[in-house]
T-cell receptor, first 114, second 114 residues
Framework: AQTVTQSQPEMSVQEAETVTLSCTYD???????LFWYKQPPSRQMILVIRQEAYKQQNATENRFSVNFQKAAKSFSLKISDSQLGDTAMYFC???????????FGTGTRLTIIP | DTGVSQNPRHKITKRGQNVTFRCDPISEHNRLYWYRQTLGQGPEFLTY????????KSRLLSDRFSAERPKGSFSTLEIQRTEQGDSAMYLC????????????FGSGTQLSVL
């Protein structure tokens, strides 16, 4: 069974700084998808960024980028120029190719300090 | 596009009672998912539908749980004879396609079993 590990329960950073959230996963599959979802206090999960495992290029979405290390099974999220609105729980998630369900990590609570 | 809607937002019930939650997905989305999230954990997959067909159920979904999606539109999740361990947030999500597609989540139904 796939597992997703987020080893940082909480992090905080000053506004405008850069922060990196860690995620590792365990799978025997070679084709899969990885995601970072954000869950603000409003509770609604929002997709931040996704990565297809067969693509070597790291995904980027504006201030958000990932460092995908397939051999190490590592998928970290970098948030540049952090903003107060980035304060939320961040969940790393894994989806096996051909499987419809996401496996989530336990999350990292990120606080942006003004 | 009004997003994924879940009702009620909060539900408090006594142990042994039955409860039903409703999810209205984004109208053109044929895939609908239910997840459960307990405090301090990431969401856990419960079940999913492609149109009206329920295609996969997690082992977490005991025989007290039943989900339906009549006519491939809204979905209901019923829990019979609730137990205190059922207390959690129940999240619904929908997507247009499979294969690493972005999930659109609702704001969840927070269930408290007293």
């Amino acid at each position: 069974a796939q597992t997703v590990t987020q080893s940082q329960p909480e992090m905080s950073v000053q506004e405008a700084e850069t922060v990196t959230l860690s995620c590792t996963y365990d799978t025997s599959e070679s084709n899969y998808y990885l995601f970072w979802y954000k869950q603000p206090p409003s509770r609604q999960m929002i997709l931040v960024i996704r990565q297809e495992a067969y693509k070597q290029q790291n995904a980027t979405e504006n201030r958000f980028s990932v460092n995908f290390q397939k051999a190490a099974k590592s998928f970290s999220l970098k948030i540049s120029d952090s903003q107060l609105g980035d304060t939320a729980m961040y969940f790393c998630a894994f989806e096996d190719f051909g499987n419809e369900k996401l496996t989530f990590g336990t999350g990292t609570r990120l606080t942006i300090i003004p | 596009d009004t997003g994924v809607s879940q009702n009620p937002r909060h539900k408090i019930t006594k142990r042994g009672q039955n409860v039903t939650f409703r999810c209205d997905p984004i109208s053109e989305h044929n895939r609908l998912y239910w997840y459960r999230q307990t405090l301090g954990q990431g969401p856990e997959f419960l079940t999913y539908f492609q149109n009206e067909a329920q295609l996969e159920k997690s082992r977490l979904l005991s025989d007290r749980f039943s989900a339906e999606r009549p006519k491939g539109s809204f979905s209901t999740l019923e829990i019979q004879r609730t137990e205190q361990g059922d207390s959690a947030m129940y999240l619904c999500a929908s997507s247009l396609r499979s294969g690493g597609e972005k999930l659109f989540f609702g704001s969840g139904t927070q269930l408290s079993v007293l």
